[in-house]
């Protein structure tokens, strides 16, 4: 209850900032007599904003391993449960992953703050699973829906491949709490047989080259993706636990200011090594 309590007042006293330095601004632009007051302009500005910075995620990295640590709860729905869910693009989705060779399986919901809609699906001869989604918020429209394909992969290594469009915000966030085993590509905009497509090709690579083996799926249940997807929320965990504060700020605002396309965590790592040696 603290750390929210924090989080939430880091983010008001940032608030305040921000309507201060506008104000601020405002007034000595009024009277600014030349270029070379920018320095006095700016420099106290850029001061204050690195504090409200470093407040934010001093509160929100508890915040966020508390987050990792809940249990999810992923509950069997139908579609017809969700009034604000894009049909015509679900079904759209459903058609091309079964044309891929995908196989559906169940519709379901995960219990957080913000509503959501999942169909899954597993190809029965690339051992990968595919989700459909869709999340809903109680304020402001639903975010459009899109998929993801992920392949578990021997030992305590994973891939998935998205079309998602991800803020740059978010994917801020998700790359502070990366792990070096838990690899990720996206791909916004493509159709899902092309999806298919660079997950296996970018897969059968990494798994080729470091000698290792794609997870046989011998159980295709709900317990066993939610299992599947408990262990990725762990890795997750760890990685964050481990994040000196400063560094993860920093990668943070590099990775918001010029996003990647792909994480490859420790692979290319591996690689090296396996040439040198």
């Known amino acids: 209850m603290k750390k929210n ?3 939430v007042l880091a983010f ?5 900032l921000f309507e201060m330095t506008r104000h601020y601004l405002t007034a000595i632009f009024k009277g600014l007599a030349g270029p070379e007051s920018l320095i006095l302009i700016f420099l106290p500005v850029v001061v204050l904003w690195i504090i409200v910075i470093m407040s934010l995620l001093l509160s929100a990295k508890p915040v966020f391993l508390q987050e ?3 249990e999810q709860q992923f509950i069997p729905v139908d579609a017809d449960e969700f009034p604000q869910l894009d049909i015509n693009s679900l079904q759209e989705y459903t058609d091309a992953l079964e044309s891929a060779g995908f196989v559906q399986l169940i519709d379901f919901t995960i ?5 959501c809609f999942v169909r899954l699906f597993v190809h029965p001869q690339h051992y990968c699973w595919a989700e459909v989604g869709q999340i809903f918020f109680k304020s402001k429209k639903p975010m459009p829906i899109a998929a993801s394909i992920t392949s578990a992969i021997e030992p305590n290594w994973s891939l998935s491949t998205t079309d998602r469009e991800v803020s740059r915000f978010l994917y801020g966030i998700m790359y502070i709490w990366r792990h070096p085993r838990t690899l990720w590509i996206s791909k916004p905009g493509v159709t899902p047989s092309k999806l298919l497509q660079t997950h296996l090709q970018r897969r059968g690579q990494i798994v080729s080259t470091i000698n290792i083996e794609v997870m046989e799926l011998t159980d295709t249940s709900l317990n066993a993706y939610s299992a599947f997807q408990r262990e990725e929320r762990i890795k997750r965990k760890q990685a964050l636990q481990r994040k000196n504060t400063i560094v993860g700020l920093i990668e943070a605002l590099l990775f918001a200011v010029n996003p990647k396309q792909e994480w490859m965590g420790e692979y290319g790592d591996v690689v090296a090594t396996k040439i040198r040696s």
């Open 111 to 115: 219990v957080s703050e913000s509503r």
């Open 5 to 7: 309590i924090s989080f």
């Open 68 to 70: 990792q640590s809940k």
């Open 12 to 16: 008001i006293f940032g608030a305040f």
